[in-house]
């Protein structure tokens, strides 16, 4: 569809003469056009925004991450430590009776666990 506007009409035309719209009509839509592309262009500007600020947040989370599971590895390593501390290499021995009378006795090498 070919549109023109008449030099000194307040009309919009189309080829064949027909009005398609009066001046005042087609200020408002080229009006609302712009206002329109004007928000359009701001909310872009404000998405963009917001995903790079979730990108950083999500950056965030994963080095609190990373800091949290080494801080557990290092708690781990720390109770594996003081658990071995409770284990004492020793010699063990003993003594009793057995079911005919006898005495017997036990003589070795081994652990000594520190329960409490």
Excluded at 76 to 99: F, H, N, Q, S, V
Aim: net charge neutral; glycine share 10%; charged share 30%.
């Amino acid at each position: 569809m070919l549109c023109f506007v008449m030099p000194g009409s307040a009309e919009v035309r189309r080829a064949d003469g027909k009005i398609v719209m009066e001046e005042s009509e087609y200020r408002f839509f080229v009006t609302e056009i712009q206002t329109l592309r004007a928000e359009n262009a701001a909310l872009k500007k404000t998405i963009e925004t917001e995903r790079a600020d979730q990108d950083a947040h999500f950056a965030g989370i994963e080095t609190e991450r990373a800091a949290n599971a080494r801080l557990v590895a290092e708690l781990r390593a720390k109770i594996d430590r003081l658990l071995r501390a409770r284990l004492y290499p020793g010699i063990i021995a003993g003594g009793g009776m057995t079911t005919r009378g006898e005495a017997e006795g036990v003589v070795g090498i081994g652990w000594k666990i520190d329960l409490w």
